[in-house]
């Protein structure tokens, strides 16, 4: 008995440590969380092909521009919240599983007035980047690839 128990040890260990081969195959990284999480494009197409040909310049005037197609802003300065929600919504009756990170998204960046700071005031950068912070937040795990 006791042989056989050192032959099945013997086997085993020729096979290797799939613990570590697993984690052997994973490396250590520095890339931005958001890369983990891949959330389907929030944009209709058509605001941004629009609001990409030329792309603006800068972290703002390409988001400003399809917050304006879109008629999220009221003006330069004002979320349309209802707009917006109503988008957010729409957007998760087509992508089953996000419905938490929708209700945090809504929750944390239309119910209330997120700030981004950036060098200068832009609403529809704070927005999106609060949606994007609370969408990675909640991200649901078959979107999950990290």
């Not at 007035?113 to 999106?128: E, G, I, M, S, T």
Request: aromatic share 8%; hydrophobic share 35%; glycine share 4%.
């Amino acid at each position: 008995m006791f042989k056989w128990l050192i032959i099945v040890a013997l086997v085993a260990a020729s096979y290797g440590d799939p613990i570590s081969e697993s984690r052997d195959n994973k490396s250590a990284t520095l890339k931005p969380l958001s890369v983990c999480c891949d959330i389907p494009e929030l944009g209709d197409p058509k605001h941004l092909a629009k609001c990409s040909n030329p792309k603006l310049p800068g972290p703002c005037n390409d988001i400003q521009c399809v917050f304006e197609e879109s008629g999220f802003l009221t003006d330069v300065n004002t979320l349309n919240k209802e707009a917006y929600k109503n988008h957010l919504k729409q957007w998760e009756e087509n992508h089953a599983g996000w419905s938490v990170a929708v209700d945090k998204a809504i929750k944390d960046c239309v119910d209330s007035d997120p700030r981004q700071h950036l060098n200068y005031p832009c609403k529809a950068y704070d927005v999106f980047t609060c949606t994007g912070i609370a969408m990675l937040k909640k991200c649901p795990a078959a979107a999950w690839k990290c």
